[in-house]
């Protein structure tokens, strides 16, 4: 098994795409951003195309998961364990017609350059 | 032997209840074995894979002492004083599950040497532990269970 000794000060970008429509690929990056978060390791999470509507206040706890729960838990986690979470503005709008104020709480919208700036800051980018 | 909604608290361990930490601290002399809680194996679920910090390792309060994964939860373990690790709990390597089976025996995780004993002043004891977690367990509706061995 590959363990790093000394994970922590490293980034990691996470991009998120999958929305509500398949819930059983949404809770898996929440959980390794979560993780990683733990381990130190600076980590953000970049969500676009259907992500976004899983961050619309009251979305996540409507996403059944077939082992037990809702969403909402793994982003409770996520955002308790210090994963910082973006959204992009023409996914959040055009695509998924809603307004930054309708996202829950500790969530940053900004625009699709950012993920360039955050995917080139990063150690290590993972997509889902 | 305290046991509020099913959860067992040994009254003679100091706590540490900052952010979502749920662990308690035993301390002899100079040294301070940490550990989950029952009712932080109980929200965990059953523990998958423990990742913990070399001996040796410096540690800052409030900085990981480990990393705890089950199927619906992962966070840190994180350590309630300064110190450096002396010992960790190798039988977690290989099982895990000794977290929910036994949480404040076999299941330990890891032992500090702590630097400063004034430290220990800000960790919870008692009557004063216990009803922050009889207010914690309300709140987040647990109620304590044990994986068998």
């Given at each position: 098994?590959?363990e790093?000794?000394?994970?922590e000060?490293k980034?990691?970008l996470f991009?998120?795409?999958?929305?509500?429509?398949?819930?059983?690929?949404t809770?898996?990056?929440?959980?390794?951003?979560?993780l990683?978060?733990?381990?130190?390791v600076?980590t953000?999470?970049?969500?676009l195309?259907h992500a976004p509507?899983?961050?619309?206040?009251?979305?996540a706890?409507?996403v059944?998961l077939?082992?037990?729960g809702?969403l909402?838990q793994f982003i409770?986690m996520?955002m308790?364990n210090?994963v910082?979470?973006?959204?992009?503005?023409?996914s959040?709008?055009?695509l998924c017609?809603i307004?930054?104020?309708?996202l829950?709480?500790g969530v940053k919208?900004?625009?699709s350059?950012?993920?360039t700036?955050?995917?080139?800051?990063?150690?290590?980018?993972?997509?889902? | 032997?305290?046991?509020?909604?099913?959860?067992?608290?040994?009254e003679?361990l100091?706590y540490?209840?900052e952010?979502?930490?749920?662990t308690?601290?035993r301390v002899?002399g100079?040294?301070?074995?940490?550990?989950?809680?029952?009712p932080?194996?109980?929200r965990a679920?059953?523990?998958l894979?423990?990742?913990?910090r070399s001996?040796?390792?410096?540690?800052?309060?409030?900085?990981p002492?480990?990393?705890?994964?089950s199927?619906?939860w992962?966070g840190p373990?994180?350590?309630p004083v300064?110190g450096?690790?002396?010992?960790?709990?190798?039988k977690?390597?290989?099982t895990?599950?000794?977290?929910?089976e036994d949480?404040y025996g076999?299941?330990?995780?890891s032992q500090i040497?702590?630097s400063?004993?004034a430290q220990?002043s800000?960790?919870?004891k008692?009557?004063?532990?216990?009803?922050?977690y009889q207010?914690i367990l309300t709140?987040e509706?647990i109620?304590?269970?044990r994986?068998?061995?």
């Amino acid at each position: 098994m590959v363990e790093v000794s000394s994970p922590e000060g490293k980034k990691m970008l996470f991009v998120m795409t999958t929305g509500p429509e398949d819930p059983e690929k949404t809770y898996a990056p929440l959980y390794t951003a979560a993780l990683s978060a733990a381990m130190e390791v600076d980590t953000s999470m970049y969500f676009l195309m259907h992500a976004p509507k899983l961050l619309k206040k009251g979305a996540a706890e409507q996403v059944k998961l077939k082992k037990g729960g809702t969403l909402k838990q793994f982003i409770d986690m996520a955002m308790q364990n210090g994963v910082k979470f973006y959204v992009c503005e023409e996914s959040l709008v055009d695509l998924c017609e809603i307004r930054p104020d309708e996202l829950v709480e500790g969530v940053k919208v900004v625009g699709s350059s950012t993920l360039t700036d955050l995917a080139l800051d990063a150690d290590s980018v993972v997509s889902f | 032997m305290a046991i509020i909604n099913g959860c067992e608290l040994p009254e003679n361990l100091l706590y540490y209840l900052e952010g979502n930490q749920m662990t308690w601290i035993r301390v002899e002399g100079e040294l301070a074995t940490v550990g989950l809680t029952d009712p932080a194996q109980t929200r965990a679920g059953k523990i998958l894979h423990v990742r913990m910090r070399s001996p040796g390792t410096q540690r800052e309060s409030n900085k990981p002492l480990a990393t705890i994964e089950s199927g619906k939860w992962a966070g840190p373990v994180m350590s309630p004083v300064a110190g450096v690790v002396e010992k960790v709990n190798e039988k977690l390597d290989a099982t895990p599950s000794l977290i929910n089976e036994d949480p404040y025996g076999e299941g330990w995780i890891s032992q500090i040497r702590f630097s400063n004993q004034a430290q220990l002043s800000s960790l919870l004891k008692g009557g004063e532990a216990l009803k922050r977690y009889q207010e914690i367990l309300t709140r987040e509706n647990i109620r304590c269970i044990r994986c068998q061995k």
